[in-house]
């Protein structure tokens, strides 16, 4: 059974960082594609971060670009989201995904199996 456990969100200010860490159990995590979506109240999930199986192919959406990285690692399981310069918009339920087709992409119809979701809330 695959399982997707995000973890790290919580309440911060405007201008700061967060890191999002995603367990992922199943023996064939170095085989997926991995991304990041959120959602915000009122609105529906969008695309954040997505990074191939190998890590040689990284997408991010230009909401996040410059100040959002997404990174993994095969041997621990892991796919993080690194956060800085959080804005309020920032504020939303950042989902973890895994997609057994094994390339990055930002269409969320790809992705197999989901996290449960962290809040993220960036607030002064």
């Known amino acids: 059974q695959v399982q997707l456990v995000e973890s790290g969100g919580g309440l911060v200010q405007p201008g700061d960082s967060l890191r999002l860490s995603c367990a992922v159990s199943g023996r064939n995590f170095s085989r997926w594609s991995m991304g990041w979506f959120r959602q915000a109240p009122g609105k529906e999930r969008e695309f954040v971060a997505t990074?191939?199986?190998?890590?040689?192919?990284?997408y991010y959406a230009d909401s996040v670009k410059g100040r959002f990285t997404i990174s993994r690692d095969n041997a621990e399981n892991t796919v993080s989201l690194q956060l800085n310069s959080l804005k309020p918009e920032d504020t939303a339920v950042y989902y973890c995904?895994?997609?057994?087709?094994?390339?990055?992409?930002?269409?969320?119809?790809?992705?197999?199996?989901w996290g449960r979701g962290t809040q993220v809330t960036v607030s002064s």
């Open positions: 990074i191939s199986r190998s890590g040689g192919t990284i």
């Open positions: 995904a895994a997609d057994e087709g094994g390339a990055a992409t930002a269409s969320e119809q790809r992705y197999d199996y």
